[in-house]
């Protein structure tokens, strides 16, 4: 049996009940056979990033998984599309976004998955919300570096 490692998911939704969508995917993340939910950051809203429509919430995830990074991947990309998950075109409004930011301290390189994420470290709703449930993860030059970038913590 796998011994488990810990990710990082970063979620997103603007479309529809937002809120209502980032707080079910947590509890759908949490009830996954294999994952184990230890940390969740604070909601936050911020503007759409080489995208469009309303703002977005999003958070951040601190999992335990004993999947491999494919496979929690394939089942992030089920619940999205339980939540109405279309992919019109890059960076469409959407529902629901779950994005696997860090595996452990593993490094990929694929067609379908990209570790760590290849833009976390130029978005302020993925940096602020991770650097609050795991501050060792997130430099203060990091954070430095999103300061302009306007986000609001909802709770």
């Known amino acids: 049996m796998r011994l488990p490692v ?11 009940d937002a809120q209502g969508a980032v707080r079910e995917a ?3 993340i949490a009830a996954l056979d294999g994952v184990a939910l230890t940390r969740q950051s ?4 911020s503007a759409p990033v080489d995208s469009s429509g309303p703002d ?4 951040v995830v601190e999992v335990q998984t ?3 990074a494919q496979r929690l991947l394939r089942e992030l990309q089920a619940i ?3 939540a109405g998950r279309r992919r019109p075109y890059r960076n469409a409004p959407r529902t629901l976004d779950l994005d696997l930011l860090l595996y452990a301290q593993v490094h990929i390189n694929s067609p379908h998955l990209t ?4 833009r976390m470290l130029q978005r302020a709703f993925v940096l602020v919300p991770l650097a609050e449930i795991a501050p060792a993860r997130v430099g203060a030059q990091q954070l430095q570096s999103v300061l302009g970038q306007a986000l609001a913590r909802i709770h």
């Open 6 to 16: 810990t990710a990082y998911i970063g979620l997103g939704a603007n479309l529809g």
């Open 26 to 28: 947590v509890q759908a």
């Open 42 to 45: 604070s909601l936050y809203t």
């Open 56 to 59: 977005y919430v999003n958070a």
């Open 66 to 68: 004993r999947h491999k």
């Open 80 to 82: 999205e599309a339980r």
């Open 115 to 118: 570790l760590p994420h290849p």
